[in-house]
């Protein structure tokens, strides 16, 4: 089977490498789908981030769905050719924290394609894929495409869990990525009022309107965007910054209500922040760090045609066009989320 591998900066492979067939409680699937995230992206153009580095060969991808080929021994709910999306969550359910359902915050966490640990684990950008069947939700009605949108949207809807009831709230969105767009969505259907969302670039600014946000900014153009929302001590409930950037959060705090939640999804490292004012206004500062049980979830709304992704795909490559779509996937004057078709070459 063919592989995505990232050896270095800008040095991204296509390899062969050996299929395996399941285990006892495992599925083998041929994979469909696989959307390009922030992090293959950082791994792509830089060798990691932070102080995560590349230390060896590593298949990269965690947004993916594919169709069922083979069921290991015990595997029930499941069946050969059913489409499903796959959580790149592995979880050991043996630590303290597993222990306390915790699962995000495994003390042995596997997620597929992360340099976190040494050595790495391997991701899921491959032609053929074996996972445990507690992994795989079923996708049935879904496209491949839609169904590898499951792992970022879920990464959205645990962090409206970590914001608190949205019910008639007003949310301020910075930051219109893949994370942020879904915010919207995910907001919205947690029952958010007003939405807000600003960025620096009209294409995703437009997507953020396709998203359902009621109004937005682009603080390119319009640095004092956020004035207005500032009168009487501020506007916002929630803010879900995205951005991963200092002065985003800096320009929001400003238009936050007082007793407001701040919830840092993106992660750009680390960030000054202004404690003075967030002090001042009693805010609370939350991270959301990927998820567990959202990822269920996610695809049972998109099923149900709760949540619509499909407008958000907005370039699709064949696997051995691997290294064009990761070239285009950060380009935000057109990408929103790329994606590579494992089916087609």
Do not use: W
């Not at 294409?203 to 009168?231: P, R, S």
């Amino acid at each position: 089977m063919k592989s995505i591998v990232i050896h270095a900066a800008k040095d991204l492979r296509i390899e062969e490498q050996t299929a395996q067939a399941p285990g006892p409680g495992q599925v083998q699937i041929a994979m469909a789908a696989g959307g390009i995230c922030g992090s293959d992206l950082h791994y792509f153009n830089h060798g990691g981030f932070g102080d995560i580095r590349i230390k060896e060969p590593m298949v990269l991808g965690h947004e993916v769905s594919g169709h069922i080929t083979a069921l290991g021994a015990g595997v029930t709910g499941l069946n050969v050719g059913q489409l499903v999306a796959i959580s790149p969550s592995r979880p050991c359910k043996n630590c303290t924290y597993c222990d306390a359902a915790l699962y995000n915050h495994c003390l042995n966490m596997r997620f597929y394609g992360s340099a976190m640990p040494f050595p790495h684990i391997q991701g899921a950008f491959r032609q053929v894929l074996v996972a445990d069947a507690s992994q795989c939700a079923p996708a049935d009605g879904l496209s491949a495409g839609e169904a590898a949108m499951a792992e970022p949207l879920a990464v959205c809807l645990h962090a409206v869990n970590r914001a608190g009831p949205l019910v008639g709230k007003s949310v301020l969105v910075t930051g219109c990525g893949p994370i942020g767009i879904l915010s919207i969505l995910a907001a919205r259907r947690a029952g958010a009022d007003l939405i807000v969302a600003t960025d620096l670039s009209a294409f995703t600014l437009g997507m953020a309107q396709t998203a359902g946000a009621d109004v937005v900014i682009n603080m390119a153009n319009d640095a004092e965007g956020l004035t207005e929302y500032t009168a009487n001590k501020g506007t916002f409930d929630v803010l879900f910054e995205c951005s991963g950037a200092a002065v985003a959060l800096a320009g929001a705090v400003p238009a936050m209500r007082p007793g407001g939640t701040i919830v840092q999804l993106g992660l750009g490292g680390d960030m000054t922040v202004p404690m003075q004012a967030m002090t001042a206004k009693e805010l609370s500062l939350k991270g959301s760090f990927r998820f567990h049980e959202e990822f269920h979830t996610g695809v049972s709304l998109m099923q149900k045609g709760l949540i619509d992704v499909k407008p958000f795909i907005t370039q699709t490559f064949p696997l051995d066009q691997a290294v064009e779509a990761f070239e285009i996937a950060g380009d935000r004057s057109c990408a929103m989320k790329a994606q590579i078709d494992f089916s087609a070459s």
